[in-house]
């Protein structure tokens, strides 16, 4: 087998491979040219978040038995002893980056349960340390855990980067039978690592699922930000790519409302500053009103501040002004805190009282939220110091109230 041949090169005695995709648990043998290893696997039912570890055929001898903790702790229940040597090996106190939260968590399992975290028992160059990277950032987020006796039985740790298993593994386009590629189910589960490492082996980034969600429409219905991020700047996928019900990754954004959203929506407008915002989905759905429905504030501010089209109209007549919410809090708090006369609407109808205009009833445009009104509707007048606009100027009632009762 290819990964046998690959730690046959490399000199190893002992490797784990993550997020292996076969199912229930095993033992059996896999043999290079010139070297034997033994291959503990465990999976799942559902085949997900399996593991794998191959351990040298001299070495596997001692290993008494394997004890499966969860989906993500395998203890290996052995004693394995023997150097080979050709490694380098340096004692230092290493670790990459800054501990977080989880890091606390990895060190309070392994005291509790007598265990050393290896990896930083080895001084390392930088690349061996870090299993994820992204762009500016890096972190050491895989750990190999030994009872701590048996330490000083290890003489390295070495972490082989993803593309050598996705090579040998190969069908990196393979798909799930709701057309899913390996990108997708990644993008899911919010692991940016392995996203980057589908990109960087050519992964096909425009791949659609049987709903014609590409990995962007994934990535931000599930809110992952990193996943997000690596995409938008480690690929040239597709940013505006509409699925089945017409939404652009933004509108799914917005429909489904995540802590992450308005952040995820900054870094669009970062990324891409001529994002088209005011795109509408199958039922004419801005992303605003879609966010605005689903009461998200501060995806709607976000939203407001770049500038979006506040009085557009979805295909059933419903407008973040007429919707039906509990509370026209978030409406008042939005119309406050503009900056600058956002886009006009146009349509045949008054936006506010629905008269069709024609000969008699001409068109005109609150100037402050820029809806289309018939001149009843924009009959108060008032100057909007903010959008230097000193001379009285038409605004709605709701935004004669939003002018009156300002701080600004
Ligand atoms: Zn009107
Ligand atoms: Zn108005």
């Given at each position: 087998m290819e990964i046998a041949e690959m730690l046959e090169r490399r000199r190893i005695d002992i490797c784990c491979l993550q997020?292996?995709?076969?199912k229930s648990n095993g033992v059996c043998h896999v043999n290079s040219d010139k070297e034997k290893y033994k291959l503990f696997w465990n999976g799942q039912k559902t085949a997900k978040n399996g593991f794998g570890v191959f351990v040298r055929e001299l070495l596997a001898q001692e290993v008494l038995g394997i004890k499966r903790i969860n989906s993500r702790l395998i203890e290996l229940n052995g004693h394995v002893g023997e150097k080979t040597d050709g490694f380098d090996n340096v004692h230092g106190g290493f670790g990459y980056g800054k501990r977080n939260e989880d890091g606390n968590r990895i060190f309070e399992f392994a005291e509790s349960h007598g265990f050393?975290?290896?990896?930083?028992y080895f001084r390392k160059r930088l690349e061996h340390l870090i299993t994820y990277k992204s762009g500016p950032s890096a972190t050491q987020i895989d750990f190999f855990a030994v009872k701590q006796p048996h330490r000083?039985?290890?003489?390295n740790v070495k972490v082989i980067p993803g593309e050598s298993c996705i090579l040998a593994g190969a069908h990196i386009n393979d798909v799930t039978s709701?057309?899913?590629?390996a990108l997708h189910l990644a993008c899911l589960h919010g692991h940016s690592h392995i996203v980057s490492i589908l990109i960087g082996n050519n992964i096909n980034v425009n791949a659609i699922d049987d709903t014609l969600n590409n990995a962007l429409h994934v990535a931000c219905q599930y809110g992952h930000l990193d996943v997000v991020k690596v995409l938008l700047t480690q690929s040239d996928i597709n940013i505006a790519s509409r699925n089945s019900?017409?939404?652009?990754p933004l509108h799914v954004l917005g429909h489904h409302s995540k802590e992450s959203s308005s952040l995820i929506f900054d870094l669009f407008i970062r990324s891409f500053?001529?994002?088209?915002?005011?795109q509408v989905d199958a039922?004419?759905?801005?992303v605003l009103m879609l966010a605005y429905f689903n009461g998200n504030s501060s995806l709607c501010r976000a939203i407001v501040k770049h500038g979006a089209t506040l009085g557009t109209k979805n295909?059933?007549?419903?407008?973040i002004f007429n919707a039906?919410?509990?509370?026209k809090q978030l409406l008042f708090k939005m119309l406050d805190m503009l900056k600058k006369e956002p886009p006009w609407t146009d349509g045949?109808?008054?936006?506010?009282?629905?008269v069709k205009f024609g000969l008699t009833t001409r068109k005109h445009h609150?100037?402050?939220?820029g809806r289309l009104l018939c001149s009843r509707c924009s009959a108060k007048e008032v100057p909007i110091i903010k959008f230097e606009l000193t001379k009285p100027v038409r605004v709605c009632d709701l935004c004669f109230d939003v002018l009156s009762l300002s701080s600004h």
């Open positions: 997020e292996t995709r076969w050393c975290l290896l990896n930083i000083r039985l290890f003489k709701h057309k899913q590629t019900k017409g939404y652009n500053p001529q994002y088209p915002v005011d039922n004419g759905n801005s295909k059933e007549g419903m407008s039906p919410v509990a509370t045949e109808n008054c936006l506010q009282c629905d609150c100037r402050h939220c």
